[in-house]
């Protein structure tokens, strides 16, 4: 992939959105609106994936919801992310001690990394 080429992220992403891996799509279509912040295949696709993401939570059974966090848990990216100390002081300050969760979640790298988890369906909110 050229990583200059904003279509190219948007199609990646509508591709991640079909293999069931939000956490992928989401990165890929913020890359593309990096390099153009007005690509509508971009802003659309970002859309889409963050309303199914939420959408999916309240309507999936919990058959469904373990399914996807297997999938989830499956990639080397969600396992290095739940490896990190930081995140998982964070997600046991969620349960502990939710000022501390809520004041780590100031960090971009933590929110992003925190974020992936949910859009993977390994971590519920709600």
């Not at 992220?9 to 069931?20: F, L, P, S, T, Y």
């Not at 994936?49 to 996807?68: D, F, L, P, W, Y």
């Not at 290095?80 to 349960?95: A, K």
Request: aromatic content about 4%; proline content about 4%; hydrophobic content about 35%.
């Amino acid at each position: 992939i050229d990583p200059k080429y904003v279509k190219a992220w948007a199609r990646k992403g509508d591709i991640e959105i079909v293999m069931k891996e939000n956490h992928k799509a989401i990165e890929s279509y913020k890359k593309g609106l990096g390099l153009d912040n007005t690509n509508k295949s971009c802003r659309d696709g970002l859309h889409k994936v963050t309303m199914m993401i939420n959408a999916g939570q309240a309507s999936m059974t919990e058959e469904e919801k373990q399914e996807r966090a297997k999938h989830g848990l499956a990639d080397p990216v969600i396992q290095q992310i739940l490896t990190d100390p930081v995140i998982r002081q964070v997600l046991q300050d969620f349960q502990d001690n939710p000022n501390a969760a809520q004041s780590a979640m100031l960090d971009p790298g933590v929110r992003s990394k925190i974020e992936k988890l949910i859009a993977a369906g390994v971590l519920q909110t709600g």
